[in-house]
């Protein structure tokens, strides 16, 4: 049996899911020890068959299907399916290291509650760049720079033409983890890419909320919220992965409805500021001295909210 299990939840990605794949092959673990679980959750799977057509993993790999339900809805179909007992949830555009899996197994072999973050950086370059409809060889940024397959691994010094960047969230969840006076907003470090956790404490506290469905802007901290509520401890680690971002141009006003949402679900009014202190609006100082923790219900989340 695996000892580490992958979801992966995907929607119309080809070239970099790709890359993302290949990746997972180039890992220092044995590939005996770990699975990966695709979920795809788009309206029809060409761009995934694309994806993964001439992908020859030495690991086991298993393809589910969502048809649309949300990102929530993907993630816990896949871990419904993961064999090992660490579930590590990483996105379809987020290429790892070649010790990312196995720092997350060292990280957890010492602390049975963590929810376990790994470090991830932006590779800018390829901001603009779409995924074309079938996967290509490479993806392609301004100033002829290419990643392909040929590319990987990735380490820190090969990434360093392609604009290697922190997001603000990644900087901030560092910044908490830091702090001793901001302990209590560990959560904030559970990011929906390179996290890992214990499969029975993440069906412990409900898995990913299904109800918020397509609605974006923070179902994977809206899952830390919880597990935080049960008692696990969180923590930042080296393992790192690289981003290969896309612009989004609905992240302002998805953010202050998902955050809206998550507020009236917790009844827990300060959640609502989550969304301006994502957007750099609120200083974390302010926030950590007016933020409420939703009460905990019985390690779950509470459906007659909604």
């Excluded at 390179?194 to 397509?214: K, L, P, Q, Y």
Aim: charged share 20%; aromatic share 6%.
């Amino acid at each position: 049996m695996p000892e580490i299990s992958v979801v992966i939840p995907t929607r119309a990605r080809t070239t970099r899911l790709r890359l993302t794949l290949h990746a997972l092959a180039n890992q220092t673990l044995a590939p005996q020890r770990y699975d990966v679980v695709i979920v795809n959750d788009g309206p029809n799977s060409t761009p995934l068959q694309s994806a993964i057509a001439g992908v020859a993993p030495s690991y086991r790999l298993t393809v589910l299907e969502t048809g649309g339900a949300g990102v929530g809805t993907a993630r816990n179909t896949g871990a419904r399916a993961a064999r090992a007992p660490i579930v590590l949830f990483l996105d379809d555009d987020t290429v790892p290291a070649v010790d990312c899996l196995e720092s997350h197994l060292v990280a957890h072999s010492g602390s049975p509650r963590a929810v376990v973050h790994g470090r991830v950086w932006d590779l800018t370059a390829f901001r603009f760049t779409p995924d074309p409809a079938a996967a290509a060889s490479h993806l392609e940024g301004p100033r002829s720079r290419t990643l392909g397959v040929e590319d990987l691994p990735l380490d820190a010094a090969s990434v360093r033409r392609y604009g290697p960047r922190r997001s603000f969230i990644e900087r901030l969840a560092e910044e908490v983890m830091r702090r001793d006076d901001c302990r209590a907003l560990g959560w904030l470090s559970c990011i929906g890419t390179n996290t890992s956790v214990g499969a029975g404490r993440f069906w412990g506290c409900g898995g990913f909320d299904e109800r918020f469905g397509d609605l974006w802007g923070g179902e994977d901290l809206e899952l830390g919220l919880r597990l935080a509520a049960d008692g696990c401890d969180f923590l930042v680690i080296d393992a790192v992965a690289y981003h290969l971002p896309q612009a989004r141009v609905d992240a302002h006003g998805s953010l202050i409805a998902f955050w809206r949402r998550a507020a009236e679900t917790h009844n827990t009014p300060s959640l609502r500021r989550v969304a301006a202190l994502l957007q750099g609006n609120v200083a974390l100082d302010d926030f950590a001295h007016t933020f409420v923790a939703p009460a905990r219900s019985g390690g779950s989340h509470d459906r007659s909210l909604w």
